[in-house]
């Protein structure tokens, strides 16, 4: 394993309500990349996430943060070791207010001034957030709830920052909002790992890239490359 590989997935199996939705995934996520996981719907990309969370059981196979095992850690150990998700559905604290929401994401910290100040980095980031701070979440549109979920998961100060499907059911104008903020989080220094439908978008900032089928990653490399392959184009970008 090369030193600067911060996350490595190894033969991951995952199985739920009697299917097997992963069955055997590799990659890997270099530090200070942004690396895009593309396929279908059901190709199994969302269940790979939640595996590395700790939010679904590991049937086989194993996940390295850092060099080491983390198979069988809770979402709470691994964002205390800067492991953080924006889940699909972004998953906001309806009844909270923005603030409130933000501060919910810095609570492993303890350093109240530097939480503070990352709050108002996240408003830098997301201005529409601070305009609407004590309005409650779960009355906002979805592209704005989606820049609370981002912001919340940067408040833990995370180094690898996981987004499962963060364009999905947003209109084009938030979509590129969002495309926008990624390329922000990532110009920051913090490594990405980004699961998303939209292929095109996805591997267009991406270092590297990975195509998952049926439970399974089917092609990976350079994503600029991949972008420009007649079987990727054929099979996701509908040329």
């Known amino acids: 394993m090369t030193t600067n590989t911060l996350l490595k997935v190894t033969g991951?199996?995952?199985?739920?309500g009697g299917i097997q939705a992963v069955k055997g995934v590799d990659f890997e996520v270099p530090?200070?990349?942004?690396?895009s996981l593309i396929g279908s719907n059901g190709a199994g990309k969302t269940t790979t996430m939640k595996?590395?969370?700790?939010?679904?059981?590991?049937?086989?196979?194993?996940?390295?943060?850092?060099?080491?095992?983390?198979?069988?850690?809770?979402?709470?150990d691994l964002v205390k070791q800067g492991l953080a998700m924006v889940p699909e559905g972004r998953g906001v604290f309806t009844r909270m207010t923005i603030?409130?929401?933000?501060?919910?994401?810095?609570?492993?910290?303890?350093?109240?001034?530097?939480?503070?100040?990352?709050?108002?980095?996240?408003?830098s980031i997301f201005p529409r957030l601070k305009e609407r701070r004590d309005q409650l979440s779960?009355?906002?549109?979805?592209?704005?709830?989606?820049?609370?979920?981002m912001g919340r998961a940067l408040m833990s100060r995370p180094k690898v920052l996981l987004l499962d499907e963060p364009s999905m059911g947003l209109s084009p104008i938030m979509v590129d909002k969002i495309f926008e903020v990624i390329k922000d989080v990532y110009a920051q220094g913090v490594t990405i790992l980004l699961v998303e439908q939209n292929a095109s978008r996805a591997l267009g900032i991406a270092n590297r890239g990975y195509v998952m089928e049926s439970g399974?990653?089917?092609?990976?490399?350079?994503?600029?490359?991949?972008?420009?392959?007649?079987?990727?184009?054929?099979?996701?970008?509908g040329e």
């Open 51 to 76: 595996a590395i969370t700790g939010t679904l059981p590991i049937k086989a196979g194993d996940i390295e943060y850092m060099g080491k095992s983390i198979k069988g850690q809770g979402p709470w």
């Open 99 to 123: 603030i409130e929401n933000l501060q919910m994401g810095a609570y492993i910290r303890d350093d109240k001034a530097d939480i503070l100040a990352d709050i108002d980095k996240v408003f």
């Open 138 to 149: 779960g009355t906002m549109s979805g592209g704005e709830q989606q820049m609370l979920a």
């Open 12 to 16: 991951l199996q995952v199985a739920y």
């Open 31 to 35: 530090e200070g990349e942004l690396v």
């Open 216 to 237: 399974i990653v089917t092609m990976g490399g350079d994503a600029k490359e991949m972008l420009n392959d007649p079987k990727v184009r054929a099979a996701y970008l």
